[in-house]
């Protein structure tokens, strides 16, 4: 599928993918109109540190720092008010959904992860937010998938983000996951250090990643949704157009909005259905061997949580201080 070149790459990208805003900057947010938009620790933590965020922290200290927690209570109370303070922020631009990650440090801890999605979702119900709004993003692991599959169960949608393979992909399917993050920019990465070469275009290997992804999901009718993530360039893109979400940042937006180059439809349903794929049946041992046996996915998921878990712990340091 092709359009006339007088419209922007970013319209176009419009036309069949939802387009979602990777930041926690709400000006870039009303320059692009995303439908979606997604944050991280590493994005938040970033937008704290920015002056005209500050009245969002304010705002929450100034209601929850005179509580009777302890110490420790009191800062991960905060830090969850802060999450949702900035996802409200987001809700009232965008007019679908935000994505509010938990705690990396539960990654490998059902019950904590499914506890904090539940009061993650509380303080968003308690504001007048409907669950159906809010994404609780998870950790791609097999702890954090069994707890998406329990939350789903109770109408809390579920991103399961840091995703580097099938095998996780398939497990997110199985457990009826609304939406999962593949990561494509960190695949490239990975790939271009461990071969010492780039890649362009269909040769990127996270663009291949993600296609065998869509193309498994709409082969066998799963429908959690698709959402290519952390992108390095904007032919990575171009390359993923169609998918059912693509979740972009501020600096190439810009460049897909600047640029009127066509665009070609690459993921379609109906071809995905003509694919020559065969079904993968897992369970924990085989979704463990395999992830393992995949040095790229295990690495990057066990890299993506200790970075994240470090942001986490400097905007708990901030936040401490500012107490």
């Given at each position: 599928m092709s359009?006339?070149?007088t419209s922007s790459q970013?319209?176009?990208?419009?036309?069949?993918?939802?387009v979602v805003a990777d930041t926690g900057d709400f000006e870039s947010m009303r320059q692009f109109h995303p439908q979606d938009a997604t944050t991280n620790p590493s994005l938040i933590f970033q937008a704290t540190q920015k002056p005209e965020y500050r009245y969002i922290l304010d705002k929450v200290l100034a209601e929850r720092r005179n509580s009777s927690l302890s110490r420790a209570a009191q800062i991960e109370d905060i830090m969850d008010h802060v999450l949702v303070a900035f996802g409200l922020e987001i809700l009232a631009i965008v007019p679908g959904r935000v994505s509010?990650?938990?705690?990396?440090?539960?990654?490998?801890?059902t019950e904590g992860t499914i506890a904090?999605?539940?009061?993650?979702?509380?303080?968003?119900?308690?504001?007048?937010?409907?669950?159906?709004?809010?994404?609780?993003?998870?950790a791609s692991t097999w702890e954090g998938i069994k707890a998406a599959e329990v939350l789903e169960k109770e109408g809390i949608r579920c991103n399961l983000t840091l995703l580097f393979s099938l095998t996780q992909a398939i497990a997110c399917a199985e457990a009826g996951a609304q939406l999962i993050s593949p990561f494509v920019g960190r695949i490239y990465d990975w790939y271009k250090a461990a071969n010492k070469r780039d890649y362009v275009g269909a040769e990127d290997p996270g663009v291949q990643s993600v296609t065998t992804i869509y193309n498994y999901y709409k082969k066998f009718g799963y429908k959690t949704e698709v959402m290519g993530a952390s992108f390095r360039n904007t032919g990575e893109i171009t390359e993923l157009a169609g998918c059912d979400l693509l979740t972009i940042s501020p600096d190439l937006l810009a460049k897909l909005a600047a640029s009127t180059e066509p665009l070609v439809r690459k993921l379609d349903p109906a071809a995905a259905q003509c694919a020559d794929i065969q079904k993968v049946s897992l369970d924990e041992k085989s979704f463990r061997y395999l992830l393992n046996d995949d040095a790229m996915a295990t690495e990057k998921?066990?890299?993506?949580i200790r970075?994240?878990?470090?942001?986490?712990i400097k905007l708990e340091a901030f936040i401490a201080g500012l107490l």
């Open positions: 359009a006339a070149t970013l319209d176009l990208l419009k036309t069949f993918t939802k509010t990650e938990t705690d990396a440090r539960l990654s490998f801890d904090k999605a539940r009061h993650l979702i509380a303080l968003y119900e308690a504001s007048g937010i409907s669950r159906n709004r809010v994404l609780i993003k998870i998921t066990a890299e993506g970075k994240f878990a470090v942001d986490i």
